[in-house]
């Protein structure tokens, strides 16, 4: 059971170049999410899924698009990296949305936009 | 909208010593919960514990314990016996106890450093 993973651990990208980032969970959760972090602001919601198939914008979607063809994995993707995203990216998943669920969250991958 | 803040960015305590994090939130929800993450050098994020607005006992979890204080949107995590693995930055965190899809609000975090 390796709970969630994400892949890569660490990207460096010229502007303007694209790519996708990869989660993957084994424990048959609904819910997914893609978080970054920057200093001093703390983790905040890009996307969010309910489900296979589905997905819905959160606090800061824009310049990223997700994707949910498979219940265990949840993409996100960058079509034209800005400086701006240079961030560490977060992938979570729980069973359902609710409080009383746990989400649980993956190691992290390190964007460095140049 | 919910907003959390996390006014000390970094705090230091000595081992086997006592530390208080504090934290204050916003909401007009009367159903909400609050939570407490730590995010360790290997950026993991852990569950620290987690706290029912409806509840007025606070959570405990082990050495790690909370005062909530509702009417002041206060949420403050206490560590007693602190360890040296309890060095991380501390993130305070809600969620709407409603049709939230589990969406985290979270503070900007506060980096604790356990000293030998």
């Known amino acids: 059971n390796a709970g969630v993973t994400q892949t890569p651990k660490f990207r460096v990208l010229k502007t303007g170049q694209s790519m996708t980032l990869l989660c993957a969970q084994d424990m048959n959760h609904e819910y997914m999410y893609w978080y970054r972090q920057d200093p001093g602001m703390g983790l905040r919601l890009i996307h969010y899924s309910v489900g296979e198939g589905t997905t819905a914008k959160g606090e800061v979607p824009d310049g990223y698009n997700v994707s949910r063809l498979k219940k265990q994995n949840f993409l996100l993707g960058l079509e034209s990296a800005a400086p701006s995203q240079t961030s560490v990216y977060f992938c979570a998943s729980s069973r359902t949305g609710l409080a009383r669920e746990t989400q649980y969250f993956g190691p992290g991958t390190r964007l460095l936009v140049l | ?116």
């Open chain 2, 1 to 116: 909208a919910q907003t959390v803040t996390q006014s000390q960015p970094e705090m230091s305590v000595q081992e086997a010593e006592t530390v208080t994090l504090s934290c204050t939130y916003d909401t007009s929800e009367n159903n909400y919960y609050l939570f407490w993450y730590k995010q360790p050098p290997s950026r993991q994020m852990i569950l620290v514990i987690r706290q029912e607005a409806y509840k007025q006992q606070n959570a405990t979890e082990n050495r790690f314990s909370v005062n909530f204080q509702k009417a002041a949107k206060s949420f403050s995590l206490k560590i007693s016996d602190s360890q040296l693995g309890d060095t991380a930055m501390y993130f305070c965190a809600s969620m709407s106890g409603g049709t939230s899809y589990g969406k985290l609000t979270f503070g900007q975090g506060t980096i604790l450093t356990v000293h030998p």
